[in-house]
């Protein structure tokens, strides 16, 4: 019989601060119980279906009509870590005992040997938010052409460069260079990010959707086991990317949640010659409205997807298998612009194949995967 499964990670859903979240500076998060206590009509009608309510002991949840194939679970990061690979690669399997480099600025001496590989210079060398340093220094980006280099407590190099006045071709090959070099001077870095942009000082500048991820390449997954066994492995958004490619049969990438979600149906509703694992990242959680601390925002974009998600569900075959999670929090009313060290909430949905044992941890959602295809 051939098998189908999915698993959709929402970027940065959490569900409440994880048991170490005060050595994180994180004590309160508490995402999703955060948004729906300042919304108290926020509409998630089919995620509280699944047992959202239950999750976070919600009275909301005593008149919702659940649907009796699925099974909802807490999970707690077993890594060190909050950032978006961490948690993706732990999905997976790959626990992380040793946290990614994170800095404030990166040492000089490897700031001068990126410039002498790649002929230019680089402003910034920072930590700071995305959208502020380009209001800092756009203007002075568009006048040097010296693209703007910086970070944020999370494990990454961002390169920003706008689209016309660098080109997008040139800051990806400037991006490759940048995780060779990382890579060859032995920095952790989880992932090099190209983060284009158009704009000008009069009117302002602002991100495109032609971001690219370059990530540290993980040992073998689940992906790569699935793969090596005849699964074919689709990636959907950045997936490709926080993998590396490693494992990966097939990439989508997207620049929305509205993007991922279109080609999550023409996937799940398309056939296939052989057993399929689809795996998809909905980022604009994150990246839209939890790092800019937007939870009217956040909450519309929550509204968004469970409206997508009441008519997805009725797709789902009996044989079929469908895990909804996270990879960390971001919680939008908490302090800062980074994100929230905070569990996650997870739905498993299928009528044939159920899990015997609770989950707890989030490599536990890759273990049942690999069982669901009958992998040893």
């Known amino acids: ?70 099974d909802c679970y807490r999970l707690t990061e077993s890594s060190v870590g909050k ?45 700071s938010s995305g959208t502020v340093i380009l209001e800092e220094m756009g203007t002075e980006h568009v006048r040097t052409g010296h693209p703007i280099l910086y970070t944020s407590a999370d494990s990454v190099m961002q390169i920003a460069a706008h689209e016309e006045v660098f080109g997008l071709a040139e800051l990806y090959k400037v991006c490759e260079e940048a995780r060779k070099l990382l890579d060859e001077e032995g920095f952790r870095v989880g992932r090099v990010i190209a983060r284009p942009f158009i704009g000008n000082t009069k009117d302002g500048f602002k991100r495109t959707g032609n971001r690219h991820d370059y990530s540290l390449m993980p040992d073998a997954t689940v992906l790569n086991r699935l793969e090596s066994n005849g699964v074919k492995v689709t990636g959907v958004g950045k997936i490709s990317d926080i ?40 980022v604009d959680f994150d990246s839209l409205f939890g790092h800019r601390r937007d939870p009217k925002g956040y909450a519309a974009c929550l509204e968004e997807f ?12 009996t044989s079929s298998l469908v895990i909804i999670t996270a990879d960390h929090g971001n919680d939008p009313f908490h302090t800062g612009t980074d994100h929230t060290r905070e569990q996650v909430p997870c739905f498993v949905i299928s009528k044939d194949f159920r899990p015997e044992e609770q989950f707890s941890v989030f490599s536990d959602v890759g273990k049942f995967i690999e069982k669901y295809f009958s992998l040893k």
């Open 306 to 317: 469970d409206k997508w998600l009441g008519s997805f569900l009725t797709t789902i075959e």
């Open 243 to 282: 993998f590396a490619g490693s494992g990966i049969s097939k990439s989508y990438p997207t620049k929305s949640n509205r993007e991922g979600m279109q080609k999550i149906d023409e996937l799940w509703r398309g056939g296939t010659d052989g057993d399929e694992f689809i795996f998809a990242n909905l």
């Open 83 to 127: 950032d978006t690979t961490t948690g993706h690669w732990e999905l997976m399997g790959q626990v992380i005992d040793e946290g990614f480099y994170t800095c404030d600025k990166f040492p000089a001496c490897l700031v001068a040997k990126l410039e002498a590989r790649v002929g230019i210079g680089f402003i910034g060398n920072r930590a």
């Open 1 to 70: 019989m051939q098998k189908k499964a999915l698993l959709i990670v929402l970027d940065s859903v959490g569900c409440g601060d994880a048991p170490d979240a005060p050595e994180y500076g994180d004590a309160g998060a508490n995402t999703l119980g955060h948004l729906l206590e300042e919304y108290s009509e926020l509409k998630l009608e089919n995620l509280f279906r699944l047992g959202l309510g239950r999750l976070l002991d919600l009275e909301r949840q005593d008149k919702v009509n659940f649907i009796n194939s699925s």
